[in-house]
T-cell receptor, first 115, second 112 residues
Framework: GAGVSQSPSNKVTEKGKDVELRCDPI?????LYWYRQSLGQGLEFLIY????????KSGLPSDRFSAERTGGSVSTLTIQRTQQEDSAVYLC?????????????FGQGTRLTVV | KQEVTQIPAALSVPEGENLVLNCSFT??????LQWFRQDPGKGLTSLLL?????REQTSGRLNASLDKSSGRSTLYIAASQPGDSATYLC???????????FGQGTRLTINP
């Protein structure tokens, strides 16, 4: 695709429910990142994928958070038993990978509201 | 641990002025530094990427410099316009890690 695509753009869910957020990276980009941006806060790293593997999961805040990537393309971030503190904008980015000197491109984000 | 700081947190200037946004980082072992803009409620738009071996990059009215040894980068915006109003973020890609580490951003307002 022309850019990184995220869906849904907005999600309102009840506390305790599970949610899935989707990211479609730019075609051919092997590196994929998930970040979280809470209201008034900076960008918090969650997880990095190279291909289908996740060599860096150090930013996942708890075991309620998980992510997978299939076919070296689409990634899904799953939050189980959502809590109000999970409310944030979840941003996905991709880059060519292979070389660490490549530019990262971000999607428009998914705004998650837990009520 | 890499820390990135952006000063000022907010800046308001009249249209037409030239301005400089600052970014500093604590660990000079980086692969590159990237500047982004973020409009309210939107994702991040990449503005400029500077490799660790480069000193500056230019795109239109934007010029970004990098002094890796002192841990500093600046984003220069010439002849500012109201459409430049946004939050500007800098991020470094740290050697030995894949992730980008972000600053808190500078919220820029250009007044007509």
């Amino acid at each position: 695709g022309a850019g990184v695509s995220q869906s849904p753009s907005n999600k309102v869910t009840e506390k305790g429910k599970d949610v899935e957020l989707r990211c479609d990276p730019i075609s051919g980009h092997t590196a994929l990142y998930w970040y979280r941006q809470s209201l008034g806060q900076g960008l918090e790293f969650l997880i990095y994928f190279q291909g289908n593997s996740a060599p860096d999961k150090s930013g996942l805040p708890s075991d309620r958070f998980s992510a997978e990537r299939t076919g070296g393309s689409v990634s899904t971030l799953t939050i189980q038993r959502t809590q109000q503190e999970d409310s944030a904008v979840y941003l996905c980015a991709s880059s060519l990978g292979g070389s660490l000197n490549t530019e990262a491109f971000f999607g428009q984000g998914t705004r998650l509201t837990v009520v | 641990k890499q820390e990135v700081t952006q000063i000022p947190a907010a800046l308001s200037v009249p249209e037409g002025e030239n301005l400089v946004l600052n970014c500093s980082f604590t660990d000079s072992a980086i692969y590159n530094l990237q500047w982004f803009r973020q409009d309210p409620g939107k994702g991040l738009t990449s503005l400029l990427l500077i490799q660790s071996s480069q000193r500056e990059q230019t795109s239109g009215r934007l010029n970004a410099s990098l002094d890796k040894s002192s841990g500093r980068s600046t984003l220069y915006i010439a002849a500012s316009q109201p459409g430049d109003s946004a939050t500007y973020l800098c991020a470094v890609r740290v050697q030995g890690a894949q992730k980008l580490v972000f600053g808190q951003g500078t919220r820029l307002t250009i007044n007509p």
